[in-house]
């Protein structure tokens, strides 16, 4: 299980159980080491995650709020879903995402 509620403040927690709840999180993939997932908001967002070992590596949203550099409610809502089995796992070749998560604004969180 991967270890993320300690990421986010209550607030953003609460904001991304509630959007989790009425099911706003529309589908979540993952492949190799990555999870995409749409979110809808005031748009439908894309939400990227890779982790190693159980452990977050890299989270981006394409959200105004995340791209500013802050953890999201629609982040918080793919890791809900996340936590319960609610997504579709692909195999194949995992892709480079590089150029991908250089175009999005994201963060990497600190050692716990």
Known sequence: MIKWAYLFSSTIRSRGARYYRDGNVIKVVKQGNRFTASVRGEQTYQVKIAVQADRIK???????????????????????AIDNGEYEETEGKEETLQEEWEKLCCWEPEAP
């Open 58 to 80: 890299r989270v981006s949203c394409t959200c105004p709020y995340a791209k500013g550099g802050m953890k999201c409610k629609h982040m918080a809502a793919v890791f809900y």
